[in-house]
């Protein structure tokens, strides 16, 4: 079973570049979730969905955009990549609000 | 809004000794609560769960019990590993307003030592 894939695992980019970071889940869940970690923060909350064509903002949204265009995938969109963006992003998805949330492998990105 | 605090960490014990990290949360209704454990260079992995006031969740010899009248949820091992040295997070699943919503809070780094 693959569960929940994140690609690209590392990137660079320079200030002021866009990109995507994608992240595919198999399970046929509901919701999905985006977080980055950041040394002494945990993890925190950028954008989440609870389905299709529904999405909402964390507590960190400024920078980030997202879609939910199918169940499986839920991108997330850096619009102008800032040093500030330099994080370990995790998406996450789950069957319902009392379930477990499945991980992905992580992106760690730079910016420079 | 919904919010996860848990105790300063890091936490540093000799095997065998007992462990507790503290956990309090603030949410509207009645939220789900997790705790999630990270190995170094892995993503979160589900350690135990309990959806409703005064359940218990437990899973390798770790267990959390979801206290409604103190809005906390800690996390109890009576005789720790090495092998448990990890980062470990308490979540809250929301069911009121924000609905949908998984938060975590900081993280409690605990280090075992032989």
């Known amino acids: 079973n693959a569960g929940v894939t994140q690609t690209p695992k590392f990137q660079v980019l320079k200030t002021g570049q866009s990109m995507t970071l994608q992240c595919a889940q198999d399970?046929?869940?509901?919701?999905m979730s985006w977080y980055r970690q950041d040394p002494g923060m945990g993890l925190r909350l950028i954008h989440y969905s609870v389905g299709a064509g529904i999405t909402d903002q964390g507590e960190v949204p400024n920078g980030y955009n997202v879609s939910r265009s199918t169940t499986e995938d839920f991108p997330l969109r850096l619009l102008s990549a800032a040093p500030s963006q330099t994080s370990v992003y995790f998406c996450?998805?789950?069957?319902?609000?009392?379930?477990?949330?499945?991980f992905g492998q992580g992106t760690r990105l730079t910016v420079v | 809004g919904d919010s996860v605090t848990q105790m300063e960490g890091p936490v540093t014990l000799s095997e065998e000794a007992f462990l507790t990290i503290n956990c309090t949360y603030t949410a509207t209704g009645y939220p789900s609560l997790f705790w999630y454990v990270q190995y170094p260079g892995e993503g979160l992995q589900l350690l135990l769960k309990?959806?409703?006031?005064?359940d218990k969740g437990s899973n390798k010899g770790f267990e959390a019990t979801y206290r409604k009248e103190t809005t906390s949820f800690h996390l109890e091992k009576g005789s720790v590993q090495v092998s448990d040295s990890a980062v470990y997070f308490c979540a809250l699943s929301a069911r009121g307003t924000s609905y949908g919503k998984l938060t975590f809070g900081q993280g409690t780094i605990l280090t075992v030592h032989p």
């Open positions: 399970m046929n869940h509901e919701y």
């Open positions: 309990a959806t409703k006031a005064d």
């Open positions: 996450a998805s789950r069957k319902a609000v009392s379930t477990e949330a499945f």
